[in-house]
C-alpha cells in the first residue's frame, strides 16, 4: 500500500482537485505509454510486449486483482464483442455511472420531459466535490441542461451531475437501468448522489456505514434524506480518506457488458435528430489513447477513486465501424496503478485498429 503521507498529497491537489498520474477524482483520463499508432511496445507493464489479445490478457489479468474488459462492435445497437475478458464481472466504477445519468436524460429529453435548453439554477445544498468547477459557483447561477452535462462528462463535475440527478429523479434513473441493459438494477439502488457517495467516504462512521447498507431500500432512502444529505461538504478537505474504502458496498456497479450496452444505446440515441448533442457530448473528452488518425471520433467518460479506475470509449473507425472499449480495475486494498492500465489501454487500441 502507498505511504499515508503520499495518498494524503493525491487529495490536496490543484484546489481539493485529486490529481494523479493525469486524473481528476472519479474523472480519469489515462496516462500512456508507447506508440499510440502501433501500441506493441509498452514500458513497464508484466508480460510485454504484448502483441495478441493473449499477450494482452495475461498483462491486463495482472494489473489488479479484480478485472473486467470488453472491446465489442456497435451493431443495431448492442455489442457484439470482439474480446471480452470477465467481461460479466460488475465491479465498481466510479464516476462511470455517469452515463446511465446521460442516457436518462437523454431519454426525458426524447420524451418530452426535459430540454436541452431548460435552465437550472445552482443549490446549495446540490454542490459536491471536486472533480469539476461547478461547487465554486454561486448559488443561483443558471446553467442549461445541455451545460450540465456537458460538464458531467468532459470534466466530470460531480455538482453537475447532482443537479442532474435531482433534476431527472433518482428513481427515475434507477427504473430506466434495466432497458439500459444493466441485469442487476438493486446493485445501484438507491443510486447514490455523487455528494452522498463523498460523504460515506469523508465524514460517515464504518458504524453509520454499516447500518445504511444493513437497511433495507425504504429505510436507505429515509437516512440519505435526513442523515446523509444534511452533511456539510468542504470542496478543499478530503479528511482521512487516503487509501481504498468500501469500494464492495459505497459505490456504483457494472460489468463490462452493461457498461457497453449503455453506451450503445446512447449512441443509437444520438441518431436521432432532437438527441444530437450526444455525439458532441461525449467526445468533448477523447481519453487520450485512441489516436485520431485510426480513430476519427472517440467519446470517453471514465471513473476513478482510491482502489477503483474505469476507462470507457465510444469509438468510430477510419472505416466507419463503431466499437465500445470499457476496462474496469479494483482493487480493495491498494491504489490501482494507473500508468500501467493507461499504457495496456495502446495495446487494445492497436489490436482493436487490427481487427477485420
Not at 499510440?36 to 494482452?56: D, K, N, S, Y
Not at 457530448?281 to 482510491?306: C, H, M, Q
Amino acid at each position: 500500500m502507498h505511504l499515508a503521507a503520499a495518498a494524503h498529497r493525491r487529495f490536496s491537489l490543484t484546489a481539493g482537485l485529486l490529481l494523479f498520474a493525469g486524473v481528476s477524482l472519479m474523472g480519469a483520463a489515462p496516462v500512456v505509454a508507447g506508440d499510440p499508432q502501433t501500441g506493441h511496445v509498452i514500458t513497464g507493464v508484466p508480460g510485454t510486449p504484448a502483441t495478441a489479445w493473449a499477450g494482452f490478457d495475461l498483462a491486463y489479468s495482472q494489473a489488479a486483482p479484480r478485472t473486467n474488459f470488453l472491446a465489442a462492435e456497435v451493431i443495431d445497437g448492442g455489442c457484439q464483442p470482439v474480446h471480452a475478458l470477465h467481461a460479466g464481472q460488475r465491479l465498481a466504477l466510479a464516476s462511470t455511472f455517469k452515463l446511465y445519468v446521460l442516457a436518462e436524460l437523454a431519454r426525458q429529453i426524447a420524451s418530452g420531459d426535459a430540454a436541452w435548453d431548460e435552465t437550472l439554477p445552482i443549490q446549495e445544498d446540490l454542490k459536491s466535490m471536486p472533480s469539476g468547477g461547478m461547487p465554486y459557483a454561486p448559488a443561483g447561477t443558471r446553467y442549461t441542461l445541455r451545460a450540465f452535462a456537458e460538464r458531467m462528462i468532459a470534466d466530470s463535475d460531480n455538482t453537475a451531475t447532482d443537479h442532474l440527478i435531482a433534476r431527472l429523479g433518482r428513481e427515475r434513473i434507477e427504473a430506466a437501468l434495466p432497458a439500459l441493459g444493466h441485469g442487476a438494477p438493486e446493485l445501484n439502488t438507491p443510486l447514490l448522489m455523487t455528494r452522498e457517495f463523498f460523504a460515506f467516504k469523508i465524514a460517515v462512521s464504518p458504524e453509520r456505514t454499516d447500518t445504511y447498507l444493513d437497511a433495507s431500500d425504504t429505510e436507505q432512502r429515509r437516512i440519505l434524506a435526513e442523515e446523509i444529505d444534511p452533511i456539510q461538504l468542504d470542496p478543499s478537505g478530503w479528511g482521512s480518506w487516503v487509501a481504498p474504502k468500501r469500494i464492495d458496498a459505497v459505490e456504483w456497479f457494472a460489468s463490462a457488458e452493461e457498461i457497453c450496452q449503455v453506451v450503445a444505446t446512447l449512441a443509437t440515441l444520438a441518431q436521432q435528430p432532437e438527441l444530437a448533442p450526444l455525439t458532441e457530448i461525449l467526445a468533448l473528452n477523447r481519453g487520450g489513447v485512441f489516436a485520431a488518425g485510426t480513430w476519427p471520433y472517440a467519446g470517453f467518460k471514465g471513473g476513478y477513486e482510491a482502489g477503483v479506475y474505469n476507462m470507457t470509449w465510444l469509438l468510430r473507425r477510419a472505416d466507419g465501424r463503431q466499437f465500445v472499449v470499457t476496462a474496469g480495475l479494483n482493487d480493495p486494498v491498494n491504489y490501482v496503478d494507473l500508468t500501467t492500465a493507461g499504457a495496456l489501454m495502446v495495446t487494445a487500441s492497436s489490436l482493436l485498429a487490427a481487427a477485420p
